[in-house]
């Protein structure tokens, strides 16, 4: 898995990723997909998309015998590429390329950020499946939207924002140091982390 999130204060929105690579082997043991840096930290005009869940999905044509495996990052770049922003189009292309293929058993997660203009900025969620589609926008009081690993998520949403709402310079120094530290933490605790860095984040005004 990973940690992606985006992060809202009145002055902005940052977003937060890991860089680590997970493979998943027999019984659902996961080890890291060495050479494998999949890039989860999209900027694109007025608005940030991070990603976690698979990092590549299976497609399927009728002039192939066998699936051909996509990269997640390779899918958002030739679509930005082409249209200069993330809407609901990207979403609903997504989930066709994954419905040719019953092998794409782990959904994407995305968080968007976008400014909607000076001192408004939405967060949105979505998860895309085989078959499946959810999104949900965030309440005007929502900080932050984060997900990926358990204990991570867990961690960041019990976390007091409080401190660095007014700032979002402050708040991304605050959610970078945080992962960094528990990154650190949970190498010693787990007996495989699949969060790692670098950690990178951006910030959107």
């Known amino acids: 898995m990973s940690l992606v999130g985006i992060f809202r204060a009145k002055d902005g929105i940052t977003a937060l990723v890991d860089s680590k690579g997970s493979i998943e082997l027999n019984k659902g043991k996961l080890e890291e997909h060495v050479g494998r840096i999949p890039e989860k930290l999209h900027p694109f005009a007025n608005g940030i998309l991070v990603n976690c869940g698979a990092i590549g999905i299976h497609v ?7 699936a051909r495996t996509i990269p997640i990052e390779q899918i958002i770049r ?16 997504l989930l066709t390329k994954m419905n040719t293929s019953p092998l794409n058993r782990e959904p994407v997660y995305f968080v968007v950020g976008r400014k909607i203009w000076d001192g408004k900025y939405q967060i949105e969620y979505h998860k895309v499946g085989y078959d499946y589609y959810a999104m949900k926008i965030g309440a005007p009081t929502d900080t932050c939207f984060v997900y990926g690993t358990d204990e991570y998520v867990r961690d960041f949403r019990a976390l007091d924002y409080s ?31 699949p969060v790692g860095g670098p950690v990178k984040s951006y910030i959107l005004r």
């Open 60 to 66: 399927e044509n009728e002039a192939t015998l066998f």
């Open 78 to 93: 030739l679509y930005l590429a082409k249209h200069h922003t993330i809407d609901a189009a990207f979403f609903q292309e």
């Open 163 to 193: 401190d660095y709402r007014d700032h979002v310079a402050e708040l991304q120094k605050f959610t970078a140091a945080k992962l960094t530290e528990l990154i650190a933490q949970y190498d010693k605790e787990l007996d495989y982390n």
